[in-house]
């Protein structure tokens, strides 16, 4: 029968339940299960698709074309799974299905209310996911905090849940900050309690509590949190700053948090095989090498705007035995003040990544245009990709005032132009080119290297693409589009043959990213900004 594991938080967000049900869900899976996950958010958004990355972080894109939080590119990364739309779970979406079925008479005149008809659909969508995963535990992540308006009815879901599955077959873990008094260095549990209190007035005893604190809690504070929680000691547990969020579930579980949690729910796992995750540990913290990498961002100033990416570059370099130092810098900083673009020089590799709309654009392609003169190792993603082709166009082949129509609708030359079955779309949510697509690779070429196959399907998150018209121009003077679409008529990779390393997708390969099995565009990037730091000639295949 199906397990069901539930993590709620308390106290304020970000405490980190996104890495904490990751790591419950590894350490399970090192045990032989096979878990899947769902992250429920509150907000009355139908998807993450629409929302600034200064609000929310990056928008994180699945296989199916799912534009979903960014916890479940922490929950594929940790467990190596390819997750769907369904996955992810919003206030939006269970009410715009119960409206939508209400409207088809479905409910047979009742009066549609939150308990049942709201709180029935959010229980049907997680077994839903349980059945089509065919998994032995699913572990639901409530976002927000205990006590959020927009929470309650997920809560009191997840209570429902425990008196339909039986107590044998459910699990509440929750997680709230234990903060450290900077004046006197105690730790303070009185938070956490609070956090409970509001748990338990919501019909739900926790069976785990999990303190997030910055350092590891003490014999004093762990009986206090089982005391006032209502639990014995070994169900209380420490999340304490780790070095690499990959080491959460080690941490964990040396505590003996796997062992309780299959106790708790009637597994037989004694065995468990944590090697391949602790050799990767083991290369992230034992590193050989070092780079330094300048990440020139639109939206720089919050890190979880490029949490995959960022990652995507640490997979790398722990493959090379390299730590990877991120330096997230403002991309209008290189418009203001254009003499800063010569401090890009001070890097092993210059990073541009996604965006959309006209700020900063200008800053990022001054950025490439210095990595491209100076021949440091390049990798464009996205908005990368084209502003790469635009600053190509601009100051090689020389089209003076070469564009995208997303930044310059009345550019003289749109090297970059909507994709046209966008022409006409008016919804925002859910219209780009979204998911999983194939891509043909051309011998020969630096992607082929990289990729070592023909084929290959990467995930899209966008309207606008090389426009056809250029194509001709942009090759006579040197930029190889490598990659591209069935059809050919879409231009996926560019590079250029003469630089050390100069590569771009139209792709996000940092979705795809895994511990222990790097995106091949990272690791040929970071591998490139190694050797070229170490004065190794370039190779022919990275």
Same mark, same amino acid.
Request: overall charge negative; proline content about 5%.
């Given at each position: 029968?199906?397990?069901?594991?539930?993590?709620?938080?308390?106290?304020?967000?970000?405490?980190?339940?996104?890495?904490?049900?990751?790591?419950?869900?590894?350490?399970?899976?090192?045990?032989?299960?096979?878990?899947?996950?769902?992250?429920?958010? %509150?907000?009355?958004?139908?998807?993450?698709?629409?929302?600034?990355?200064?609000?929310?972080?990056?928008?994180?894109?699945?296989?199916?074309?799912?534009?979903?939080?960014?916890?479940?590119?922490?929950?594929?990364?940790?467990?190596?799974?390819?997750?769907?739309?369904?996955?992810?779970?919003?206030?939006?979406?269970?009410?715009?299905?119960?409206?939508?079925?209400?409207?088809?008479?479905?409910?047979?005149?009742?009066? =549609?209310?939150?308990?049942?008809?709201?709180?029935?659909?959010?229980? $049907?969508?997680?077994?839903?996911?349980?059945?089509?995963?065919?998994?032995?535990?699913?572990?639901?992540?409530?976002?927000?905090?205990?006590?959020?308006?927009?929470?309650?009815?997920?809560?009191?879901?997840?209570?429902?849940? @425990?008196?339909?599955?039986?107590?044998?077959?459910?699990?509440?873990?929750?997680?709230?900050?234990?903060?450290?008094?900077?004046?006197?260095?105690?730790?303070?549990?009185? %938070?956490?309690?609070?956090?409970?209190?509001?748990?338990?007035?919501?019909?739900?005893? %926790?069976?785990?509590?999990?303190? @997030?604190?910055?350092?590891?809690?003490?014999?004093?504070?762990?009986?206090?949190?089982?005391?006032?929680?209502?639990?014995?000691?070994?169900?209380?547990?420490?999340?304490?700053?780790?070095?690499? =969020? $990959?080491?959460?579930?080690?941490?964990? +579980?040396?505590?003996?948090?796997? +062992?309780?949690?299959?106790?708790?729910?009637?597994?037989?796992?004694?065995?468990?095989?944590?090697?391949?995750?602790?050799?990767?540990? +083991?290369?992230?913290?034992?590193?050989?090498?070092?780079?330094?990498?300048?990440?020139?961002?639109? $939206?720089?100033?919050?890190? +979880?705007?490029?949490?995959?990416?960022?990652?995507?570059? @640490?997979?790398?370099?722990?493959?090379?035995?390299?730590?990877?130092?991120?330096?997230?810098?403002?991309?209008?900083?290189?418009?203001?003040?254009?003499?800063?673009?010569?401090?890009?020089?001070?890097?092993?590799?210059?990073?541009?990544?996604?965006?959309?709309?006209?700020?900063?654009?200008?800053?990022?392609?001054?950025?490439?245009?210095?990595?491209?003169?100076?021949?440091?190792?390049?990798?464009?993603?996205?908005?990368?990709? #084209?502003?790469?082709?635009?600053?190509?166009?601009?100051?090689?082949?020389?089209?003076?005032?070469?564009?995208?129509?997303?930044?310059?609708?009345?550019?003289?030359?749109?090297?970059?132009?909507?994709?046209?079955? #966008?022409?006409?779309?008016?919804?925002?949510?859910?219209?780009?080119?979204?998911?999983?697509?194939?891509?043909?690779?051309?011998?020969?070429?630096?992607?082929?290297?990289? $990729?070592?196959?023909?084929?290959?399907?990467?995930?899209?998150?966008?309207?606008?693409?090389?426009?056809?018209?250029?194509?001709?121009?942009?090759?006579?003077?040197?930029?190889?589009?490598?990659?591209?679409?069935?059809?050919?008529?879409?231009?996926?990779?560019?590079?250029?043959?003469?630089?050390?390393?100069?590569?771009?997708?139209?792709?996000?390969?940092?979705?795809?990213?895994? %511990?222990?099995?790097?995106?091949?565009?990272?690791?040929?990037?970071?591998?490139?900004?190694?050797?070229?730091?170490?004065?190794?000639?370039?190779?022919?295949?990275?």
């Amino acid at each position: 029968m199906v397990k069901y594991i539930f993590v709620t938080g308390g106290v304020l967000s970000s405490v980190g339940k996104g890495i904490l049900t990751s790591s419950i869900g590894k350490m399970l899976q090192t045990r032989g299960l096979k878990p899947t996950v769902i992250k429920i958010d %509150p907000y009355v958004n139908v998807d993450a698709g629409t929302m600034n990355p200064y609000m929310h972080g990056e928008v994180f894109v699945t296989d199916d074309g799912g534009e979903t939080d960014l916890d479940l590119g922490w929950y594929e990364r940790f467990l190596d799974l390819s997750l769907k739309r369904e996955n992810n779970l919003t206030t939006g979406l269970v009410y715009k299905t119960v409206i939508e079925k209400e409207r088809r008479g479905d409910f047979l005149g009742r009066c =549609v209310q939150i308990v049942p008809h709201v709180t029935n659909e959010i229980k $049907y969508r997680i077994k839903n996911v349980a059945k089509a995963a065919n998994a032995d535990v699913v572990l639901t992540e409530v976002g927000g905090t205990v006590g959020d308006i927009e929470g309650l009815p997920f809560l009191e879901a997840i209570r429902q849940m @425990r008196l339909e599955e039986g107590f044998e077959n459910t699990l509440y873990v929750h997680v709230a900050l234990v903060p450290v008094l900077d004046v006197t260095m105690e730790l303070k549990t009185k %938070p956490l309690q609070h956090s409970v209190n509001e748990l338990r007035r919501i019909g739900i005893q %926790p069976d785990i509590i999990v303190a @997030r604190s910055p350092k590891m809690i003490d014999a004093e504070a762990l009986h206090k949190i089982a005391l006032f929680g209502t639990i014995p000691e070994n169900a209380v547990f420490c999340s304490y700053n780790a070095e690499t =969020v $990959y080491q959460v579930p080690l941490m964990l +579980d040396k505590q003996g948090m796997g +062992d309780f949690i299959c106790q708790r729910l009637g597994y037989d796992c004694t065995k468990k095989d944590f090697d391949e995750w602790q050799k990767f540990v +083991d290369a992230v913290l034992k590193p050989e090498h070092e780079v330094s990498v300048a990440l020139i961002g639109k $939206y720089a100033g919050l890190t +979880d705007s490029y949490v995959s990416m960022s990652e995507a570059l @640490r997979h790398g370099g722990a493959a090379c035995k390299t730590r990877v130092c991120i330096n997230y810098l403002e991309a209008e900083k290189l418009e203001r003040e254009p003499e800063c673009v010569k401090d890009l020089g001070n890097f092993d590799g210059v990073f541009v990544p996604y965006g959309f709309g006209p700020r900063g654009t200008e800053g990022k392609i001054a950025a490439i245009k210095y990595a491209r003169e100076n021949d440091i190792p390049f990798l464009g993603v996205c908005y990368g990709f #084209q502003l790469a082709v635009i600053e190509f166009a601009r100051n090689v082949c020389g089209l003076e005032g070469a564009n995208s129509t997303e930044i310059n609708p009345n550019s003289p030359h749109p090297v970059i132009d909507l994709m046209p079955e #966008q022409q006409g779309v008016e919804y925002k949510g859910a219209t780009m080119r979204l998911g999983a697509h194939k891509i043909i690779l051309e011998q020969g070429t630096l992607a082929y290297d990289l $990729y070592q196959c023909e084929e290959i399907y990467e995930r899209h998150r966008h309207r606008f693409e090389v426009n056809l018209d250029y194509l001709e121009i942009l090759k006579k003077n040197g930029l190889r589009f490598s990659g591209r679409s069935t059809d050919g008529k879409r231009m996926e990779t560019l590079e250029l043959p003469g630089n050390y390393f100069f590569f771009a997708s139209q792709f996000h390969g940092e979705f795809k990213s895994r %511990p222990g099995n790097p995106s091949p565009a990272y690791y040929g990037f970071i591998r490139a900004c190694i050797d070229k730091k170490l004065g190794k000639p370039k190779a022919a295949k990275p």
